[in-house]
């Protein structure tokens, strides 16, 4: 079992950026892809961006290519997301998520199994 902590939210202007961590334990890291995640106010949670074990495959929902890049850390067990161009829309509560160790790279929430709390970004004038 792996547990996730995340870091890095905040209060930005549009047009700035954040870069959001995952710090991963109990587990081996390399064992896991991963993923972010976000959930709007009164919005359903939603696929942001994944990645593979090695690093080397990314994924990313249309609504954030180009702006928002996925990373990972193997030998700090971390993940990040760095986001550039935020933009209003782009505020919700942040969460890194592992699916089963072993399972490939997915942007399908419900293959999903282990989760952080989550981080707060908040994007506003």
């Known amino acids: 079992q792996v547990r996730l902590v995340e870091s890095g939210g905040g209060l930005v202007q549009p047009g700035g950026s954040l870069r959001l961590s995952c710090v991963a334990s109990?587990?081996?890291?390399?064992?896991?892809?991963m993923g972010w995640f976000r959930q709007a106010p009164g919005k359903e949670r939603e696929f942001v961006a994944a990645?593979?074990?090695?690093?080397?495959?990314?994924s990313y929902a249309d609504s954030v290519k180009g702006r928002f890049t996925i990373s990972r850390d193997n030998t700090k067990n971390t993940l990040h997301l760095q986001m550039n161009s935020l933009k209003p829309e782009d505020t919700a509560v942040y969460y890194c998520a592992a699916p089963p160790a072993g399972y490939p790279l997915s942007t399908d929430l419900p293959k999903y199994r282990y989760w952080g709390r989550g981080t707060q970004v908040t994007v506003s004038s």
């Open positions: 109990g587990s081996t890291f390399t064992s896991y892809t």
């Open positions: 990645i593979s074990w090695s690093g080397g495959a990314t």
